[in-house]
Structure formats: C-alpha cells, structure tokens
T-cell receptor, first 115, second 106 residues
C-alpha cells in the first residue's frame, strides 16, 4: 500500500537553529499538508500546498515557517529559528484530490525536540 | 474560532459491545467530516469520511452526521481490543478535536 514517508523520524536541535523536515508524498497525490501535534495535545493544521503554492495556512504558520517542493517527489517544511515550543510531532499528509471527502494519508511523523 | 469538541474519555467498553463516539463542531458551513484512529505514538489513520446527513457504514464502523445539530458520531460494532486507541474527529481536514480515548476490555 502506498505510503507517505517522512525523514528523519526524530530530530533534536538547539534553540535558534534551522531545521528542515522532509516528506515524500504518495506519488500520484497532488495536495500536500503539514500538521503538528504537541505531546498530549490535538493535531493542528499548519499548511496546505498545491501546484507549487500555499493554498491555505493557519495562524501557527508564521514567518518562521516555510514549505517547498524542491523536486517532483519531496515536500519540505523549514523552521528558520526554532523555539522550545516548536517541539512536537510533525506530520506530513497528502491527498489525491482537493475533495476533502477523501481524507488524507498521513506519514509516520518526525518528532522534533528543541533543546 | 472554529472548534471541534470531543469527550476526552476514556470510554471503556467490553469486547463485542458497540462503542459510540461523539463530536460537535462550531462552523455551521463545514462540509466534510472525518474520523481518524491514532494509536499512541503513531500517526492518524483515516477510518471514515462523511459529508452528507445520515449514516455511512463501512464494515464494523458507522459514521453519522447531523448538520442541523452540528454533530458527528462514530459507532464501532463488535468492538475488539485492537480498537483501543484515540479517535480523532476532524472537520474540513483542518480542524481536529482533541480525541476520545477508547478502551476495549477483553
């Protein structure tokens, strides 16, 4: 069964450092998403991306965040200057259509720890 | 502020029973609704989607939607210990509830 692949599975970084989280969506999917989940809290939407553009973003997705699809397969989330409160599990998801009735396939996540 | 509310639980049911999970949402214009299952330390896994009023069945799972009451539910028939997880309600793919912990006891 096709999977969304995320790397690394766990990243530890020092406060103020830049991190890039990587995702390989399912190959025929066109819509891509990033979510985060702080330990013990709800899943929070960050951003959706389609046709090389951000289509929607949340209040969390401020200037320190950016997304990119640098080639035909990877989808990245960059956090420019990490803060302690950025520590969370970050999930990438993809969907074949914008029809949200389909739901999204989530990757296994990257646990980001900012120290 | 768009909100999705779920009872945090835990909801405990015996093996073989029906588990009923509920969710309410604040945005009356919401169009699509999802139930995800999340095991501890894992990513959400889609169980059901629904976007028309009424019931939608898939195997042991039935999703129910009432847009007038802004209410979505998930019924799990013949609950199994492997169903023990946190069940997340999501609206329009962007607003998630905090989840209900389900424990199925054998």
């Amino acid at each position: 069964e096709p999977e969304v692949t995320q790397t690394p599975s766990h990243q530890v970084t020092q406060m103020g450092q830049e991190v890039i989280l990587r995702c390989v969506p399912i190959s025929n999917h066109l819509y891509f998403y990033w979510y985060r989940q702080i330990l013990g809290q709800k899943v929070e939407f960050l951003v959706s991306f389609y046709n090389n553009e951000i289509s929607e973003k949340s209040e969390i997705f401020d200037d320190q965040f950016s997304v990119e699809r640098p080639d035909g397969s990877n989808f990245t989330l960059k956090i420019r200057s990490t803060k302690l409160e950025d520590s969370a599990m970050y999930f990438c998801a993809s969907s074949i259509t914008q029809d949200r009735g389909y739901g999204y396939t989530f990757g296994s996540g990257t646990r980001l720890t900012v120290v | 502020q768009k909100e999705v509310e779920q009872n945090s639980g835990p909801l405990s049911v015996p093996e073989g029973a029906i588990a009923s999970l509920n969710c309410t949402y604040s945005d009356r214009g919401s169009q699509s609704f999802f139930w995800y299952r999340q095991y501890s330390g894992k990513s959400p896994e889609l169980i059901m989607s629904i976007y028309s009023n009424g019931d939608k069945e898939d195997g042991r799972f039935t999703a129910q939607l009432n847009k007038a009451s802004q209410y979505v539910s998930l019924l799990i028939r013949d609950s199994q210990p492997s169903d023990s997880a946190t069940y997340l309600c999501a609206v329009n793919g962007v607003v998630f509830g905090a989840g209900t912990i389900l424990r199925v006891k054998s």
